[in-house]
């Protein structure tokens, strides 16, 4: 299923205007804050597990990280639904100097 989404995903960005390709990277940058929680800090927490303070520690930061990450990725889906004249000044990959 991924390789299906990848391949979709990779052909609308290609053949996107530059707009959806902006778009785009923005949503790809969110989602992937919320797989580094959901996945990454996930995978620490089963490795350290038996670890008390630590493991407690790891739980707080890999849901509250996921809580985050989709709440932007709401407040990023609302502002979209808000552009009205298509012209957006706030683009997530200018804070981080992603190419387009």
Same mark, same amino acid.
Do not use: P, W
């Given at each position: 299923m991924?390789?299906?989404?990848s391949g979709f995903s990779s052909l609308f960005y290609l053949k996107g205007?530059?707009?959806?390709r902006k778009?785009? !990277?923005d949503i790809f940058?969110? !989602?992937s804050v919320f797989l580094f929680f959901g996945i990454g800090v996930d995978i620490l927490h089963n490795?350290?597990?038996e670890v008390y303070l630590v493991s407690d520690i790891l739980v707080l930061i890999e849901e509250g990280?996921?809580? !985050?990450a989709l709440s932007l990725l709401v407040w990023y889906f609302y502002f979209l639904v808000l552009e009205s004249n298509g012209d957006r000044?706030?683009?997530l990959g200018t804070i981080f100097q992603v190419e387009r």
């Open positions: 991924g390789i299906l989404v205007s530059a707009h959806f778009t785009f !990277i940058m969110l !989602i490795q350290l597990e990280g996921e809580m !985050i000044k706030f683009y």
